[in-house]
């Protein structure tokens, strides 16, 4: 079936630093989501990407979907404590509509 | 205001007992999702259902059952067929339109012991 990898697992930065996760899909993506959840919290839907080699911006965070549609980025610039969590990314799950799934996340830490 | 209500939050087992989480939503969402959280492995879904009284199984359900009688409700039943339990249980819904987000509860922690 449709599986999504996310690399790296374990991210440790200092504040300021940048920090990029990848997302790859084995299969073609209609649309690929982020969230990301905050140590004990739930996870928290940050964007939607869904044109080939679309880039969109929140602030610090570039969000890259690739022209082939089974890859895609997140690229925080600067970071900051507040930061800290785990980011996952999340794509259509096979053929059935509704179901979506998810990588493995990375886990993002700050250090001040 | 408008959420997902999972409960309870932490919910102690011994083995050999079943065991049902609830999951509520007020949001009006068709769909709606049961997932697994274990440290490593990011989200894994165990059930999921688009309709009322209409579900499908994820890439685990094993050990597991859901109903959905009603639009609101999803409630997961841990069975004592479940060979490794304890976890993190997130329940979330979605509507068909818009970005298709997922709106996620707070969660429910199971300690089998």
């Known amino acids: 079936g449709q599986q999504v990898m996310q690399i790296p697992q374990y991210q440790h930065v200092q504040e300021g630093e940048d920090f990029t996760t990848y997302c790859n899909s084995s299969t073609t993506l209609s649309n690929i989501q982020w969230y990301k959840q905050r140590p004990g919290g739930h996870p928290v839907f940050l964007i939607q990407l869904v044109k080939s080699g679309e880039v969109k911006k929140q602030k610090r965070l570039t969000f890259q979907f690739g022209e082939a549609k089974k890859n895609s980025s997140l690229h925080i610039t600067a970071t900051q404590t507040t930061d800290v969590g785990t980011y996952f990314c999340a794509g259509p799950g096979g053929t059935s509509y509704g179901k979506l799934t998810f990588g493995q996340g990375t886990i993002l830490t700050v250090h001040p | 205001d408008g959420g997902i209500t999972q409960s309870p939050k932490y919910l102690f087992r011994k083995e050999g007992q079943n065991v049902t989480l609830s999951c509520e939503q007020n949001?009006?969402?068709?769909?709606m999702y049961w997932y697994r959280q274990d440290p490593g492995q990011g989200l894994r879904l165990i059930y999921y259902s688009q309709i009322v009284n209409d579900f499908q199984k994820g890439d685990i359900a094993e050990g597991y059952s859901v109903s959905r009688e009603k639009k609101e409700s999803f409630p997961l039943t841990v069975t004592s067929a479940q060979k490794n339990p304890t976890a993190f249980y997130l329940c979330?819904?979605?509507?068909?339109?818009?970005?298709?987000?997922?709106?996620f509860g707070e969660g429910s922690r199971l300690t089998v012991l």
């Open positions: 979330a819904s979605r509507s068909r339109g818009g970005t298709g987000e997922l709106f």
């Open positions: 949001l009006n969402h068709d769909a």
